[in-house]
């Protein structure tokens, strides 16, 4: 195996030729598998089902699986763009793959907007994560509980998903279901550029200072040869 994930009920493991499988708890969809053929379990917490409202409760449940399930659908997307997966993450109930070029696919439970497709809808079907720049591509990615999380090449972060504690670090807590970027006011070259520049003056003779008492003509004298 390359990579492992492990969510609240379900893992994820991804293989050394970019295959990902999944196992465990899927009642929200997270292991990538339509396990029952139930399209209508993505549908809202309160939806309706033959014309009457119903509960999610209330819809046809994904099976879970106590074997690992290829994600074909996953495979058939990343092998026709020859782009294959080179990460996986679980979050509480959703999981998210990335790619090659840095592209992002998830899918399980949406809820709170952390699949990132602009909705609340859960998915069984990986889906592309939209409102992310093509340029530079994602290099990491991490998943809380409800939210989701990625870093650019070139130290962008964007976050969405669950915000109601203010993990998104907008300044605010509302949930955002889209990809949102977060004002972090860093940048490591210039940081990197000020720690040289400090080292090359505390190095330079110029910066050395001699301090010595009144009338103290030794230590003068030695500051002075």
């Known amino acids: ?5 492990c969510g609240w009920r379900h893992s994820l493991v991804l293989t ?4 990902v499988y999944g196992f465990g708890c899927n ?8 396990t029952t053929a139930a399209a209508a379990h993505s549908a809202p917490p309160r939806t309706v089902l033959n014309g009457k409202k119903v509960k999610r409760s209330e819809l046809p449940a994904l099976a879970d699986s106590s074997t690992p399930l290829l994600l074909s659908t996953l495979r058939e997307k990343t092998t026709a763009a020859d782009d294959p997966v080179v990460s996986i ?5 959703h999981s998210i793959a990335r790619t090659t ?3 992002l696919f998830a899918w399980g439970w949406g809820r709170a907007g952390q699949l990132g497709q602009g909705n609340r809808n859960s998915s069984f079907e990986p889906l592309l994560v939209t409102g992310l720049p093509s340029a530079p591509p994602v290099k990491q990615v991490s998943c809380g509980a409800y939210h989701s999380v990625a870093l650019l090449e070139d130290g962008q972060l964007f ?24 004002p972090v006011q860093y940048s490591r070259s210039s940081s ?11 190095r330079s003779p110029s910066a050395r200072t001699t301090t010595s008492a009144p009338g103290d003509t030794t230590a003068a004298a030695a500051a002075a040869a």
């Open 1 to 5: 195996a390359r990579d492992v994930a």
């Open 16 to 19: 050394r030729t970019g295959e």
């Open 27 to 34: 009642t929200d969809g997270q292991l990538g598998v339509d």
């Open 89 to 93: 993450h679980a979050g509480f109930c």
């Open 101 to 103: 070029s840095g592209k």
């Open 159 to 182: 976050a969405w998903g669950s915000n109601k504690y203010g993990q998104l670090g907008l300044g605010h807590k509302v949930d955002q279901l889209r990809p949102q970027l977060v």
């Open 192 to 202: 990197r550029a000020r720690s040289l520049s400090s080292r090359a003056r505390s």
